[in-house]
C-alpha cells in the first residue's frame, strides 16, 4: 500500500489530474513552495502533507492541473500564515534545518520572510518553481496583468531589501 | 538585480526535495474517495467513548485488558510528536484502580477506540462519532479536510466544543518541563456538565501527549479515563494491523446488534431523490437534546437543508438559513442485503431548538425533496409490538406524534441482550430510578416515563461487564404505558405546535420565522 517513489521527471506532466492519485503529481512544486517560507524541513514536509489532505476530499476529479495546482497552492499559503502566526515569536531557525545549507538560501528565505506574502508567493512561483505568467497568474487567482504589476513589485521590494544577495555576483 | 540571479537565488532556497515519507503522506488511501465515489472504509464499530473528548482519536487493539500501575502510566508516555498519525493508549478508572483499555494504532484518516467494555470511538476524516453520556450519538465534528492529528489540536477541539454551544471555562497551568520538553495542562470544562478534560500540551507542536477526562461525583471529580497520546510515522505494520481490525465483525457478534437490524429493516419511508436514486429512510428520530438521527440506506452524499420548527438551522453557528450541508454518512459495520447503512446526525446551533424538524435531502446537484418528520411513534400496543410490526402505529402520521419520546439508544453500546420486554418499547432508553449515570454501573437505558399496568414506574439496573451484560430488577408484569407527567408535555407541545399553525393560518402573516423559512425555501425552489 505504501507507494513507491512518484516519477516526477519521466515525460510531460499531463494537463489533467484524472483522479486524486494523479495529486502527488504536484507534490515537488506545492513542496518547493512551501520549503520557500517553512523551515526546518520537518515543518515544511507536514504544511506540505496537510495542504494534500485537504485537496482529497475537496478537488473533484479531473481536474485540469493548473486548477488542482491553484487550488493547493491556495490551501497551503493559508497553512505557511497559520505556521508563521505559530511561530512569530520565535527567530527563522534555519540552523534546525536537517539540510544545514551553506548556500544563499536561509538569507533568501529571510528576505522573503519581509516581503507581503503576495509579493513573496509570486516570486517564488515565477521564479523557483518556473510558471510562467499565465500559469503564475492562474495560481495566485489574478489576472495576468495584475500579476505582471504584482512581479514588478515585488521584484523592486526583493532588490531593495536583499540587495546585499548581489554582492560577488558577476554581471 | 537582474532576473537570472533572483532565478538563481529563489531556486537554491527552495531546493528541497521531498522525502519519501512525505510522498507516502500525501498518496490517497486505496480506492480515494472522490466526489460521489465510494470510500472503501474499513470495517468498524461507531461505538462511542462517553465524554466531552471532541475529535480525539483512540484506535483499538485486541488485547486482553490488565490492570496497570500507575508506574506503567508514567513509563508509557507518548513519544515525541511527529508525523501524520499517532497512536494510543486509554485507561479507565473504575473508582480503585486503572483498567487498560484497548489501545491501538491508526490509519491516516482512521481511528478507533475501544474501552475493556466494548465503548468504541470512530474518527473518520467527515467526523468523529463519539456518543455523549446520555448516550444520544452525537457528530462532533463534521468538517471534511482535516487530518487525525488536526483533530487533537486544542484550537480546533475547542471550536467544536463552542460550535456545540457548550458554554467553556479554560484553565491553563503553568509550563514545565517533562522529558525535555515544555507542557502545560489545559483544563476544559462545559459548565454546568459533570465532565471536564484535562489536556497536557507539548508547547512546540501543540498537540496532546495526554487526557485525562473525569466526572464530578457529587462534587468530587473522580478520574475515568486517561489517554496517552504518541505520534510516529505510519508504518506497513500498522497498515497490517489495520486490516487485521478491518476483517473482525465486532458489530455482528452480538445479538443486541441482530435486534436493531431487525428494527432497521423496516423502511419508513422512501424518498425518490432527484437523479432517480432511492433513500430509504429506516430511523428518523429527534433525540434529547435536540439532535436529529436518520439512518438510512441510500446514497453515500447527499445535500441535507435542515431547519427546526422555528426556522433555525441545525447547522452550526455561521451557516446560513437553510445553507446546504454536504455530510458524508456512514455507518460502516451495519449492513443489510449487502448494503451499508448510513446514518446521519445533526447538532442544532442552540439550546432549546424544537424537536419538529423540517429535513431535506437531495442528491449533489440534484433538487432538494422534503422529507418532514414530527416525532416519534407513540407507545406501542400492550402487547408490546413494535414498528416493526404490520399493525404498529405509523411514526409518520400526525396522530401519532409525541413532542416528547424515547430515543435512540446506540445500538452498539450494549454487548448482552436486554430483557426481552425492553423490545415492547420502542427506540426505547431507560434511566435507574430517573437518575443519571453512576461509577458502580454501566447504564445502558434511560427511563422516559414508561410505567406499567399497576402504575409503577420501571426500576433496574443493568450492569455492563466485559463478559456480558447481566439485568437486575423487576421488569412490568403487564404491558406499558406512559406516566401522567409524560402525557402532559407531549400534550402542552402539541398545544404549542397548534397553535403556530393556527396563526399562520388566521394571519396569513410571513413575519413568523416558520413563515420566512417556508417562504425562503419555496422561493429557492423556483428559483432552482
Same mark, same amino acid.
Given at each position: 500500500? @505504501? ?59 479531473? @481536474? ?108 | ?13 527552495? $531546493? ?117 453520556? *446520555? ?19 486544542? $484550537? +480546533? ?27 502545560? $495542562? ?6 454546568? *456538565? ?74 419508513? *419511508? ?47 453557528? &455561521? ?13 460502516? $459495520? ?20 424544537? *424537536? ?48 416528547? &419520546? ?61 463478559? &456480558? ?34 396563526? +399562520? ?24
Amino acid at each position: 500500500m @505504501i507507494p513507491t517513489a512518484l516519477a516526477l521527471d519521466a515525460d510531460p506532466p499531463p494537463e489533467s489530474l484524472a483522479s486524486p492519485a494523479d495529486l502527488p503529481l504536484l507534490l515537488d512544486e506545492i513542496h518547493r513552495f512551501v520549503a520557500a517560507f517553512v523551515r526546518p524541513a520537518a515543518d515544511a514536509e507536514d504544511v506540505t502533507a496537510e495542504s494534500f489532505r485537504a485537496a482529497f476530499g475537496k478537488l473533484r476529479f479531473p @481536474i485540469p492541473r493548473h486548477e488542482a495546482r491553484a487550488w493547493l497552492l491556495k490551501v497551503a499559503r493559508r497553512r505557511i500564515a497559520d505556521h508563521r502566526r505559530k511561530r512569530r515569536h520565535e527567530p527563522l531557525d534555519e540552523s534546525l534545518s536537517r539540510d544545514s545549507d551553506p548556500s544563499l538560501g536561509p538569507a533568501v528565505r529571510a528576505v522573503l520572510a519581509e516581503l507581503p506574502e503576495d509579493q513573496a508567493a509570486a516570486l517564488v512561483l515565477k521564479y523557483a518553481l518556473g510558471l510562467n505568467a499565465e500559469e503564475t497568474a492562474a495560481a495566485l487567482k489574478r489576472s495576468v496583468a495584475a500579476t505582471n504589476s504584482l512581479l514588478q513589485r515585488a521584484r523592486a521590494a526583493f532588490a531593495a531589501r536583499g540587495a546585499f544577495l548581489n554582492e560577488g555576483e558577476s554581471r | 538585480m537582474n532576473e537570472d540571479r533572483l532565478t538563481h537565488l529563489l531556486t537554491e532556497a527552495t $531546493d528541497l526535495k521531498p522525502s519519501e515519507a512525505l510522498q507516502a503522506r500525501v498518496s490517497p488511501l486505496p480506492q480515494s474517495r472522490c466526489h460521489g465515489e465510494r470510500r472503501n472504509f474499513p470495517r468498524a464499530s461507531w461505538f462511542a467513548l462517553s465524554g466531552l473528548s471532541a475529535g480525539i482519536a483512540v484506535v483499538a487493539f485486541l488485547a486482553a485488558p490488565r490492570e496497570v500501575s500507575a508506574q506503567d502510566l508514567l513509563d508509557q508516555a507518548g513519544s515525541e510528536s511527529q508525523g501524520s498519525s499517532f497512536h494510543f493508549r486509554a485507561w479507565e478508572f473504575n473508582g480503585a484502580s486503572w483498567h487498560e483499555a484497548r489501545y491501538g494504532l491508526s490509519a491516516p484518516g482512521w481511528a478507533r477506540y475501544e474501552t475493556a467494555k466494548g465503548e468504541l470511538s470512530l474518527i473518520t476524516p467527515t467526523g468523529c462519532f463519539a456518543r455523549s453520556r *446520555r448516550d444520544a450519538p452525537v457528530l462532533r465534528r463534521p468538517a471534511l479536510d482535516s487530518s487525525p492529528v488536526d483533530d487533537l489540536r486544542l $484550537d +480546533r477541539h475547542l471550536k467544536i466544543l463552542r460550535t456545540l454551544g457548550y458554554p467553556l471555562t479554560i484553565r491553563r497551568g503553568q509550563s514545565i518541563t517533562e522529558s525535555g520538553r515544555s507542557v502545560q $495542562d489545559i483544563t476544559i470544562e462545559c459548565n454546568g *456538565r459533570d465532565e471536564r478534560e484535562t489536556i497536557t500540551l507539548d508547547k512546540r507542536t501543540e498537540l496532546p501527549i495526554r487526557m485525562l477526562i473525569e466526572m464530578r461525583s457529587r462534587s468530587n471529580w473522580v478520574p475515568r479515563t486517561r489517554i496517552e497520546y504518541g505520534y510516529a510515522s505510519f508504518t506497513k505494520e500498522h497498515l497490517e494491523f489495520w486490516r487485521g481490525i478491518d476483517r473482525k465483525e465486532i458489530v455482528s457478534r452480538t445479538s443486541l446488534a441482530q435486534t436493531w437490524e431487525r428494527r432497521f429493516r423496516t423502511v419508513l *419511508r422512501t424518498l425518490r431523490l432527484s437523479d432517480g436514486s432511492r433513500l430509504q429512510v429506516r430511523d428518523l428520530r429527534a433525540l434529547p437534546n435536540g439532535d436529529v438521527l436518520m439512518v438510512y440506506s441510500g446514497p453515500q452524499i447527499i445535500n441535507v437543508h435542515l431547519a427546526s420548527e422555528d426556522g433555525m438551522p441545525f447547522a452550526r453557528v &455561521g451557516s446560513p438559513l437553510n445553507d446546504s450541508r454536504r455530510l458524508e454518512s456512514e455507518m460502516p $459495520d451495519l449492513t443489510l442485503d449487502g448494503a451499508p447503512l448510513r446514518f446521519l446526525w445533526f447538532t442544532p446551533i442552540r439550546e432549546g431548538a424544537s *424537536r419538529r424538524t423540517h429535513v431535506l435531502f437531495d442528491v449533489v446537484g440534484g433538487a432538494p425533496t422534503p422529507f418532514e418528520h414530527e416525532s416519534l411513534p407513540t407507545e406501542s400496543s400492550q402487547e408490546g409490538t413494535t414498528p416493526a410490526q404490520p399493525n404498529a402505529p405509523d411514526p409518520l402520521k400526525k396522530e401519532n406524534y409525541q413532542a416528547t &419520546g424515547t430515543f435512540l439508544l446506540s445500538p452498539v453500546r450494549e454487548q448482552a441482550p436486554l430483557p426481552a420486554w425492553t423490545d415492547a418499547v420502542p427506540y426505547g432508553s431507560w434511566l435507574i430510578d430517573g437518575e443519571r449515570w453512576r461509577d458502580d454501573a454501566r447504564i445502558i437505558a434511560a427511563y422516559d416515563g414508561w410505567i406499567d399496568a399497576s402504575g409503577h414506574h420501571i426500576d433496574g439496573r443493568y450492569r455492563l461487564q466485559p463478559t &456480558g451484560g447481566e439485568w437486575s430488577g423487576e421488569p412490568p408484569r403487564q404491558g406499558l404505558r406512559r406516566d401522567p407527567k409524560a402525557a402532559a408535555a407531549a400534550l402542552r407541545a402539541m398545544e404549542t405546535m397548534r397553535q403556530h399553525e393556527q396563526a +399562520r393560518e388566521e394571519t396569513g402573516n410571513p413575519s413568523s420565522i416558520i413563515d420566512r423559512w417556508r417562504a425562503r425555501f419555496e422561493r429557492e425552489m423556483r428559483e432552482r
